[in-house]
């Protein structure tokens, strides 16, 4: 079962990585969905205990795995979620303001849009000392 959960573990690491170095915004969202996965199914197989009960023993004395790891692993699933939502909102907007998610076009937009702006400031007249007068 620990083998299982490695080879698990190692296809959803590798996929996500392989997502995030995609040049599209929404590959490389679903590429971090995939590593935070990856990382909480890791929690939850280092807390495995075989052969124990989850939380309430069957009969008195018998051991039971550890609940700390249950619960940090739900809280990073909702932190998770938050996240994804987040970032799936800011994609969105991105995408409709820039005409596509090509993270490469977006890159070479804020680029432009930068040495636009310079150049605006630097075609503005300098203020003389009458101007800052009479202001």
Same mark, same amino acid.
């Given at each position: 079962?620990?083998?299982?959960? =490695?080879?698990?573990?190692?296809?959803?690491?590798? @996929?996500?990585?392989?997502?995030?170095?995609?040049?599209?915004?929404? /590959?490389?969202?679903?590429?971090?969905?995939?590593? @935070?996965?990856?990382?909480?199914?890791?929690?939850?197989?280092?807390?495995? @205990?075989?052969?124990?009960? !989850?939380?309430? !023993?069957?009969?008195?004395?018998?051991?039971?795995?550890?609940?700390?790891?249950? &619960?940090?692993?739900?809280?990073? +699933?909702? +932190?998770?979620?938050?996240? $994804? &939502?987040?970032?799936?909102?800011?994609?969105?907007?991105?995408?409709?303001?820039?005409?596509?998610?090509?993270?490469?076009?977006?890159? /070479? =937009?804020? $680029? $432009?849009?930068? +040495?636009?702006?310079?150049? /605006?400031?630097?075609?503005?007249?300098?203020? $003389?000392?009458?101007?800052?007068? @009479?202001?």
């Amino acid at each position: 079962m620990t083998l299982l959960f =490695a080879v698990v573990v190692g296809v959803l690491f590798g @996929s996500g990585v392989y997502l995030m170095l995609k040049a599209d915004l929404f /590959r490389v969202i679903v590429g971090m969905v995939l590593v @935070s996965n990856a990382a909480n199914l890791t929690l939850m197989a280092a807390g495995l @205990s075989r052969g124990q009960e !989850p939380n309430y !023993p069957l009969r008195a004395g018998q051991p039971v795995s550890d609940p700390l790891v249950q &619960a940090m692993t739900l809280t990073a +699933i909702v +932190i998770g979620f938050a996240v $994804t &939502a987040l970032l799936l909102s800011l994609a969105f907007r991105v995408y409709t303001t820039q005409d596509g998610a090509d993270l490469d076009a977006i890159s /070479r =937009a804020e $680029t $432009t849009a930068e +040495i636009e702006a310079e150049a /605006r400031i630097a075609a503005e007249p300098e203020p $003389t000392e009458r101007d800052e007068v @009479s202001a």
